[in-house]
């Protein structure tokens, strides 16, 4: 059983083999050509990324690199179909009056646009929810004010007493640790309470009043 299946299936794929040589009996071999061509835009000829570009009479394709450009082998007469997302598929025929085995083409696509009837949007599904919203609504907590209220100083220490340090914020503590240990390498630790500058300021801030406790 089992080699009989085997059997049917190679006399199967031989005359699939067969009906697929049999459409191009009518070419001759010496007939076939190197298509190689660039796909732009119709409306600013920039190149088009990925086209796919689809021999019907051979019914083989390509896509077309990042720059638009392709190659692939063909035959005269032969029928392309040029498709891309959002643009009119476009059909070529090969011509068959070339005398070399080589050719280029530049091919063009035309923008397929779809006008969608205009719709209004409203933020309420009915005129009954807007009369209710808007009798019962507040004027004075809108969302501005909302926001100022929750971004307020005394609003953010709050949350900020409560949260506990995060991986970034120890990340950041250790990374200005180590770039402080690097700064005072072979030397002792930077240590204000012998730095004259901030004994001026100490002093200066003192005799103006600003250290009273408020």
């Given amino acids: 059983m089992k080699k009989w299946f085997i059997y049917v299936l190679i006399c199967n794929l031989v005359t699939l083999s067969y009906d697929g040589l049999a459409q191009r009996t009518d070419i001759d071999t010496n007939e076939i050509l190197q298509l190689s061509g660039v796909v732009v835009s119709e409306q600013d000829l920039t190149p088009m990324p990925y086209i796919t570009v689809y021999d019907k009479s051979i019914g083989r394709g390509v896509i077309a690199d990042y720059y638009g450009y392709f190659s692939m082998v063909s035959f005269p007469g ?18 068959d009056t070339l005398e070399e085995n080589r050719y280029s083409m530049i091919h063009m696509l035309q923008q397929d646009t779809i006008n969608l ?4 949007v409203y933020p309420w599904p ?3 929810d807007f009369a209710n919203f808007f009798i019962e609504m507040n004027p004075y907590d809108d969302a501005i004010r909302r926001a100022q209220r929750e971004l307020s100083g005394e609003s953010l220490a709050f949350v900020a007493a409560r949260l506990d340090a995060d991986a970034s914020l120890a990340s950041g503590l250790l990374s200005n640790q180590r770039y402080t240990k690097l700064y005072t390498n072979g030397q002792l630790p930077v240590n204000n309470l012998l ?4 004994w001026a300021k100490l002093i200066k801030d003192w005799k103006e009043g600003k250290l009273k406790r408020e």
Avoid: A, H, Q, R
């Fill in 78 to 95: 032969d029928t392309l179909y040029f498709s891309y997302y959002g643009y009119k598929t476009s059909t070529y025929i090969v011509p």
């Fill in 117 to 120: 009837p205009e719709i209004t």
């Fill in 126 to 128: 009915s005129k009954e």
């Fill in 195 to 198: 730095n004259p500058y901030s």
